[in-house]
């Protein structure tokens, strides 16, 4: 199926936000996006004329099938060798929209040293119901370059929002570009957190009440405070793009 011109430069804003706050480093990582109920996908290219995140241009994502082939996209581009990873996330889960798997430094550090994720904030900022959750560690330190990886990786995620890899880097997965994108921000955010926190002593995870609060499902819309839901999400997802100098719509 043919891409819509405005989701394929909603691809390229991600990688660009995802770059530009620096998520990830030099040219590492991917955003993807399903094509509606297709066996294919945006993703951003590699390749010999290949750009880092920050610099990702709309001519840089590719159309790529369940193959891992390129049906679509510029001739010095190819898909990337961790297309299955993507591919085989939307395969096992239909309603996930988009995938994003980038190399955050904390979570490389953190997965190295054997640390777990620990639910040591809650009101503090966004990440916390994934902590609760729990964000399990892939341990295999390699890229997912094939069928068997890839397939053994989607299982291993389940139905996970996110999963760290050891030694490599984090893969998350939303309903959309947007909640992909504002899901690893918080992920980000959470891994630096504990990371400084385990430099500090002995990170204390919080209240067990507390925990419970954050297991009971968020509230799909507020009447004071942030908005909840998509509402919110979409709002941090405009924060983000506005810090990284980028136009939300």
């Known amino acids: 199926m043919n891409a819509d011109p405005a989701l394929i430069e909603l691809v390229a804003r991600a990688c660009r936000v995802l770059g530009k706050l620096d998520i990830t480093h030099a040219a590492f990582g991917h955003v993807s996006c399903r094509l509606g109920d ?3 996908m945006l993703i951003k290219g590699k390749g010999p004329d290949e750009v880092g995140l920050r610099y990702t241009r709309a001519s840089d994502i590719l159309t790529v099938d369940f193959n891992a082939d390129k049906v679509a996209g510029a001739e010095g581009l190819q898909p990337p060798s961790e297309s299955y990873l993507h591919l085989w996330m939307y395969k096992k889960n239909p309603q996930v929209r988009s995938v994003i798997h980038v190399h955050p430094e904390y979570a490389v550090l953190l997965t190295v040293c054997g640390k777990e994720v620990l639910p040591i904030y ?25 069928d068997q990886l890839g397939e053994q990786f989607a299982a291993f ?19 959309s570009v947007e909640d992909a994108t504002v899901r690893v921000m918080a992920l980000n955010h959470l891994v630096s957190m504990n990371y400084k926190a385990h430099l500090l002593g002995s990170p204390q995870t919080i209240p067990d009440e507390d925990i419970a609060e954050y297991r009971r499902p ?9 908005a909840g ?3 919110g999400m979409l709002a941090s997802w405009k924060y983000y793009c506005s810090l990284a100098g980028e136009d939300s719509a």
């Open 218 to 226: 968020e509230r799909a819309a507020r009447t004071r405070g942030s």
């Open 38 to 40: 297709s066996d294919t």
């Open 157 to 175: 995620m389940g139905d996970k929002q996110a999963a760290l890899m050891r030694g490599h880097g984090v893969t998350v997965v939303g309903s």
């Open 122 to 146: 809650g009101a503090y900022a966004p990440g916390a119901r994934m902590a609760v959750e729990g964000i399990p560690t892939f341990q295999r330190s390699i890229t997912i370059h094939d």
């Open 229 to 231: 839901g998509e509402a």
